[in-house]
């Protein structure tokens, strides 16, 4: 509006507007406001087709519509663009559409300003322009209709689409995209082209980079590949892109890329799904080793030639595929003969590889034998199968043969067949019961030997079952163990049972049943094996029941059974016997052991013991005490044997036994005897008395007849009471009642009064005494107790010599200022069974033997009890026949030896004279050895001497070893013995000397470290 | 050097009094005294006034040394050799019986033909060589 306008005046200003109207190039109309009146320009009113005269239009009453483009409700009076510009409102292009009522619509661009009245500046008119951009708006709608079409067709397709601006790296998706992938739209406005390229899967972006590139620089006209992209969830989504530029800027260069992206998972997965089945096939094809697989196309030539084939044939994949199968692996001759049969049943020449797969053409699969032949030459018998292979349309493209190797089946057929059978020819020939037992329990197949077991006949036992023979005790355990084995819960079942042979006889049996299912794991039939134990059954019923009758024994013995450990002294078995007079429950026995129970006094007893086992494997019975649990104590005597368990373990089984009862049964014994004896004496004392004064003639004379009577009487009593004496004197001796005074004495006068107190004894025998050798020295010894020893000994002399002869006795000095005196008779000598008892209490010779001989039996066993008690020793020497020699070596005063102080003394009885040197050399430094070189000597020099300990070989020139050694071990059994000896030792030397040492086992380091500890055992029991 | 003369012999026992009496009033013409008991032994010995008195250890009622200890408060033994016989004889007896006062001791069963010659040689002894 120029300043002219606003210089108008009223009247003239309508008609201003009009013309101004007129003049404006476009559509445009004005509205007075204050009278509601519109005017046109014939611009507008063309396009609104408004006649053209109309003026003044009301605009309540227009004839035509207004609306927004997108819609069809009219607008509101007051939205009208002239009454929004009348309310001062300026704008400009704002679409809307006009509908008149009697054409089509028209489409405006509206823009609208109030003009003012120049002098009142009040609302005058408003003027709204109106461009018709109907052409234009129709293109955009067709465009936008188009747009929405293609956004439907993508969203049927499940395609998004995107724009990437490739020069900002921004990017649009469509809504279509976000949901593809999961995202909201606003998510994806934060997204440019880095962040969905990171999307992608990292083993696709290679070669999206790359399909990318390779269109950007336009060697590609299409983007265009597949690749995995992230769904906002995680999962990848197969996504098919199709983009390309389609805007360039002014330099040409790439401005606008868009594509779309199309979901193609299923497709993926599809795919994927048969690339699994051909690498299955393909596995299977190349894995199936035992197979041969071999494909051919129409025309017979080979296009697979799996492994199996290769090892089949011995051709590789190389060597064979392209070749035509007929002529390479099969046998002609059998080509032409199959040729000539289908020609034949055909009606038509069929050759070649048509004859292989005639039946296959016709969509038969057919099997049949046939000869390969492998690249040797080798002939092999094949099961051949072929089939064809179609493509989707059912077409043949080719052969399969599936060839399996009949040779080898062949082979393992014969080889079932052989064992079939060898299983049948052990089965008949076993001594072992075997049989094939039906579900039900028949007998189906059953052979010799559970026949004979049995005692049936084949028929017999095929006519029964295995219920029938069975103990009915036994049968209820089989039949559930029968079941377990259908089940499946065992392999196979084993059990003693019982069987009743035909004869009704029980017998006792092994049986192993195993069950025999066909291939499809349904049970078929038993298999049992039925081994007759009956034999072992009873023996070892024998020995369970002489097991249990020990057991009783052991546990009902009234003597003392222990097992012990032989190195921890702890009991592993123990008796009643032992246990109940202890007084400690058995838990209690079993935790202490031997030393705990016993005092400590018999320590040197116990070590003692346990060096008997270790060296002699058993120790001899000796008594001890055992301490009760209230610590009172009870005697025992224990002897035992050391084993060597099966596992290596060292034991020694005792015998102990509770000796208090027998201590007091010999306390009683003993108080009788003396008892009996003392009061014996007094009546004797009277008998003896009386005879002695008649047969004196004190009371005058006694008729001739009477006397001699009287006489034996007299003589009678006079035994009686030297027995009386023995009798008190031993039980003395025993009880350690005797006592014994030393004191200096000479030794010439009490020989001297014990021969003339024998000598009358010896002329009523015949026998005369002689004294031979005096020697005038003092020894230490009580008189009296010496007498009684030299009566003993002279009286024995005198009775076992013949009449006429002659007993010696001898004195000599021994060492270390002993005196020696012997006896020495020559008559009958002492038989060989006797020597072992010679010294024991009411020993005799033989009983037969002693109606002139008179004695009481208790002589040497005094003589015995007596020497030692003077501190002296007593041996003999005696040949049967030969006459004896007994003599008692006395101590000049009380001599105690004591290993510590003195250098033991060793006698060696050997007659290797340069043995013996080596030996004492060995010891020269700590042990003085004496040698003996034969048995004589070795005598000698036993009576002359006193030794620590005699080492004793058993082959001497004059003798065995043995006598001497029964010498040793009866008079002086303190003196250790060692066998040392080339030959072999006698059980009963054995058991009773220190140790036994083989000459050609032994080296002589083994002698020195035996003779050590024999002497370190002396000293340890100081 | 008195000759022995009188003898006392204490015994329980009948037969053993009896030999005794052979063999010392017929072998060794003594006088013999004879007691059946220590209780006999005390009333009649001490006037009896024996030269030896022999008497047995083992009694019924008063034994041989009670019966001596009772009879040293009655008698005086200066002139009296006792001699016990006893037929036990362990050497620590004879010298508890010599405590007691006893001369000697004779050992049952004794030698009847000899006993008196035997007591004759302790009656030398008794009253020194």
Known sequence: ?1022 | MSTLQKIAHVDDDESIRAIAKVALERIGKFTLLSCASGKEALERIPEFAPDIILLDVMMPGLDGPTTLKQLREKMNFEKTAVIFMTAKVQSSEVEYYKSLGAFNVILKPFDAMGLSDQLKNYWVQFNGE
């Not at chain 1, 013309?19 to 476009?26: G, I, V």
């Not at chain 1, 993508?154 to 469509?174: D, K, P, R, V, Y």
């Not at chain 1, 099966?646 to 007091?664: A, M, N, T």
């Open chain 1, 1 to 1022: 509006m120029d300043s002219n306008n606003q210089h108008a005046t009223a009247q003239a200003s309508e008609e201003f507007v009009r013309n101004f109207l007129a003049a404006t190039p476009t559509p445009a109309l004005a509205f007075f406001g204050n009278s509601n009146s519109i005017v046109f320009n014939t611009l507008a009113a063309d396009a609104l087709n408004i006649a053209h005269d109309a003026q003044n239009i009301d605009a309540n009453d227009l004839g035509f519509t207004v609306s927004n483009t997108d819609e069809h409700f009219p607008l509101a009076a007051s939205q009208m663009p002239w009454v929004r510009a009348w309310r001062g409102e300026t704008f400009s292009n704002v679409s809307l559409k006009i509908s008149p009522s009697n054409s089509s619509p028209v489409v405006v661009l509206c823009s609208g300003k109030l003009m003012r009245h120049p002098e009142s500046q009040l609302p005058y008119v408003a003027f709204v322009t109106l461009a018709d951009v109907t052409p234009q708006f129709d293109k955009e709608m067709l465009q936008e209709k188009n747009q929405q079409h293609l956004q439907m067709l993508l969203a049927g397709t499940n395609t998004g689409t995107w724009e990437w601006n490739i020069q900002t790296g921004e990017m649009q998706f469509s809504a279509q995209w976000s949901a593809l992938l999961g995202y909201s739209k606003a998510e994806l406005s934060e997204f440019n082209f880095d962040s969905w390229r990171d999307l992608h899967h990292p083993d696709d972006l290679p070669k999206v980079s790359e399909t990318i590139r390779a269109h950007l620089q336009g060697t590609e006209p299409l983007f265009s590949t597949i690749s995995r992209i992230k769904h906002k969830d995680g999962h990848w989504v197969w996504l098919q892109v199709h983009g390309r530029i389609y805007r360039r800027d002014d330099k040409n260069q790439p401005l606008l890329l868009a594509g779309i992206h199309l979901d193609v998972s299923d497709v993926r997965a599809y795919e994927k799904q048969a690339k699994v089945s051909e690498s299955y096939m393909a596995a299977v094809v190349n894995s199936s080793a035992n197979v041969a697989i071999i494909a051919t196309d129409t025309e017979g030539v080979i296009t697979i030639f799996n492994p199996g084939a290769q090892m089949l044939l011995g051709y590789t994949e190389e060597e064979i595929i392209g070749k035509h199968t007929p002529a390479i692996l099969h046998l002609e001759s059998e080509v032409v003969k199959r040729s000539i049969q289908l020609s034949e049943q055909e009606g038509k020449e069929i050759t070649g590889f048509d004859v292989f797969v005639y039946d296959a053409r016709r969509g038969n699969a057919e099997t049949r034998a046939w000869t390969y032949i492998d690249k040797q030459g080798e002939h092999l018998s094949v099961s051949l199968t072929v089939s064809s292979l179609l493509d989707d349309s059912g077409n043949i493209i080719g052969f399969l043969g599936i060839a399996i190797d009949e040779t080898a089946q062949r082979k393992a057929e014969e080889q079932a067949q052989v064992a079939v059978q060898r299983f049948t020819g052990a089965f008949e020939s076993t001594a072992v019961g075997m049989a094939l037992v039906s579900l039900e329990g028949r007998w189906m197949v059953v052979n010799d030997a559970l026949c004979q077991m049995l005692g049936y006949t084949r028929e017999e036992l095929l006519a029964s079952d295995f219920q029938t023979i069975t103990h009915p005790d036994d049968l209820e355990n089989d039949l559930a163990l029968l079941t377990k084995l259908l089940a499946g819960d065992v392999q196979n079942y084993s059990m003693h049972k019982r069987y009743y042979r035909k004869d009704g006889q029980l017998i006792q049996a092994l049986l192993w049943v195993a069950i025999v299912r066909d291939r499809n794991g349904a049970p078929i039939h038993f298999v049992s094996q039925i081994q007759n134990i009956t034999e072992e059954y009873l023996a070892r019923q024998r020995l369970e029941s002489s097991e249990t009758r020990l057991r009783g024994l052991f546990d009902l013995s009234p003597i003392g059974i222990i097992l012990m450990d032989f190195q921890t002294g702890k009991a592993i078995e123990a008796n009643r016997a032992v246990i109940a007079p202890t007084g400690y429950s058995d838990e209690e026995f079993f935790q202490i052991t031997d030393r705990e129970i016993t005092p400590r006094e018999y320590a040197p007893a116990m070590s003692q013991a346990i060096d008997q086992l270790r060296n002699t494997g058993r120790y001899e019975a000796f008594e001890k005490e055992h301490i009760r649990k209230d610590g009172s104590r009870y005697p025992v005597l224990a002897q035992g044997i050391l084993m060597k368990e099966p596992s290596g373990r060292l034991v020694v089984w005792s015998l102990v036994e509770d000796i208090s009862e027998r201590k007091r049964l010999d306390r009683i014994k003993n108080e009788f005897v003396s008892t009996v004896s003392h009061e014996l004496r007094t009546p004797l004392t009277s008998i003896s008395g009386a005879l002695s004064l008649i047969v004196g003639g004190v009371l005058g004379e006694v008729p001739s007849e009477i006397l001699d009577m009287l006489k034996i009487a007299a003589k009678s009593s006079e035994r009686l009471s030297l027995l009386v004496n023995d009798l008190l004197d031993m039980d003395k001796l025993l009880a350690g009642k005797m006592d014994v005074k030393l004191e200096l004495l000479d030794l010439q006068p009490v020989i001297n009064e014990a021969v003339s107190a024998m000598a009358a004894f010896g002329s009523s025998h015949g026998v005369k005494i002689i004294n031979t050798g005096k020697l005038h020295k003092q020894i230490r010894t009580d008189k009296g107790r010496l007498l009684q020893i030299l009566n003993n000994l002279l009286s024995n002399a005198c009775k076992h010599s013949k009449p006429g002869g002659q007993v010696t006795l001898h004195c000599e000095a021994g060492p270390e200022d002993s005196v020696i005196i012997n006896i020495i008779d020559n008559g009958q000598g002492i038989p060989d069974e006797f020597r072992s008892r010679i010294f024991q209490k009411f020993a005799q010779a033989d009983a037969t033997d002693t109606s002139d001989t008179q004695g009481t039996g208790l002589g040497l066993a005094i003589c015995k009890e007596l020497t030692e008690r003077l501190g002296g020793v007593i041996g003999y020497e005696s040949e049967e026949g030969q006459g004896s020699h007994f003599w008692i070596r006395l101590p000049r005063a009380e001599t105690e030896f004591n290993f510590e102080e003195r250098t033991p003394r060793v006698l060696h009885v050997e007659d290797d004279s340069d043995f013996a040197r080596l030996v004492a050399l060995q010891v020269s430094n700590w042990i003085d050895m004496d040698l003996a070189s034969d048995l004589s000597t070795a005598f000698e020099k036993i009576r002359l001497n006193h030794y620590d300990l005699i080492l004793l070989d058993l082959f001497l020139p004059d003798g065995h070893g043995e006598s001497l050694w029964e010498t040793i071990h009866l008079a002086q059994p303190d003196v250790p013995i060692v066998i040392l000896s080339g030959h072999e030792v006698p059980r009963k030397l054995a058991d009773n000397v220190a140790a036994v040492l083989h000459k050609d086992e032994s080296t002589l380091s083994r002698v020195v470290s035996t003779l050590h500890s024999i002497f370190k055992m002396g000293e340890a029991q100081e």
